[in-house]
């Protein structure tokens, strides 16, 4: 079994960085949504709304880096163009979106996706011994659940 510069198993960080890759694309299509609602939406929720969308694209903006600084650690290449973005992307595109609620839901929709990756990344990086990768996909995860809740509660709408 081949080690690389940090201690981990060259091919199971590989394999990591692949998932890692999508889950980057994922992100950046995340964090374009929150971009486009945090400039378009109108309505009476409009000055919460605008406030809790740019902490979220700020946050967000954040993880997009420390996904591909840990790409780099394991010895691969982040994703790094809008063609590979869409390429490797599920989180659902919005478009042209003004109305509070179709933003939420959009917003649950697309962490839904996010969890489901960070999940596997998660198994997969316990199953490596790879803690560096496992700890930032428990924060990621912690801290999209509780996002997810708060908007489901938002939306009067039962997790």
Request: no cysteine.
């Amino acid at each position: 079994m081949k080690l690389n510069s940090i201690g981990l198993n060259t091919e199971k960080s590989k394999a990591l960085s692949k998932d890692l890759n999508k889950l980057l694309a994922n992100f950046q299509t995340y964090y374009q949504n929150l971009r486009g609602i945090h400039w378009n939406i109108k309505g009476k929720s409009f000055f919460d709304l605008h406030v809790k969308f740019e902490e979220l694209y700020n946050d967000a903006n954040l993880k997009v880096d420390e996904i591909a600084e840990r790409i780099l650690t394991l010895g691969e290449v982040p994703l790094h163009t809008f063609e590979d973005y869409l390429k490797n992307s599920n989180v659902p595109i919005g478009k042209n979106v003004t109305k509070d609620e179709e933003a939420i839901k959009l917003i649950v929709d697309s962490l839904k996706e996010l969890l489901l990756i960070e999940r596997k990344i998660l198994a997969d990086s316990d199953a490596a011994n790879d803690e560096g990768t496992n700890s930032m996909m428990s924060g990621f995860i912690t801290e999209q659940e509780k996002t997810v809740w708060m908007m489901k509660a938002w939306l009067a709408e039962e997790i």
